[in-house]
């Protein structure tokens, strides 16, 4: 990657390299700085802050905003920002998954023929209550 002017590469890299390492699941700012912390690696808030929203500008990086509680999480999209998918966010535990299934362009085709309406499924969350806190209820 190329080196912004006025960033530091190695906290870009350590960040983007954090992300990356969550196999594809949705990460937050408040972990990041919670994983850094942890590891005592020494990068501040406001310069993760401010990388997320450079990888995210860049295109290395799709942010997801679900609801004004949890804020923005992020997800590596790398190259392929084809990658449209619907996700699913947890009421109780706030845990937010892709909703990977053939069904969704049946739904898709459905809304847009019957409808008029196109789903933009980078932007789309279906709200309900996940299998771990189903279990524990």
């Known amino acids: 990657m ?3 002017s006025g960033y530091n590469t190695k906290q870009r890299e350590a960040i983007l390299h954090y992300i990356i390492s969550r196999d594809n699941t949705h990460v937050t700012a408040a972990q990041i700085i919670r994983y850094f912390e942890k590891e005592a690696l020494p990068i ?9 929203d450079k990888l995210t500008e860049s295109g290395a990086l799709r942010r997801y905003i679900t609801d004004g509680l949890s804020g923005a999480c992020y997800q590596y999209i790398g190259s392929d920002d084809d990658d449209a998918h619907l996700h699913l966010k947890c009421d109780r535990c706030g845990e937010l998954v892709h909703l990977e299934c053939d069904a969704l362009g049946d739904l898709e085709r459905h809304v847009l ?6 789903i933009n499924a980078t932007k789309t969350v279906l709200y309900g209550t996940c299998d771990d806190c189903l279990q524990k209820a």
Do not use: Q
């Open 2 to 4: 190329t080196r912004p």
């Open 113 to 118: 023929d019957e409808h008029a309406f196109h």
């Open 44 to 52: 501040g808030k406001a310069t993760i802050y401010r990388h997320l």
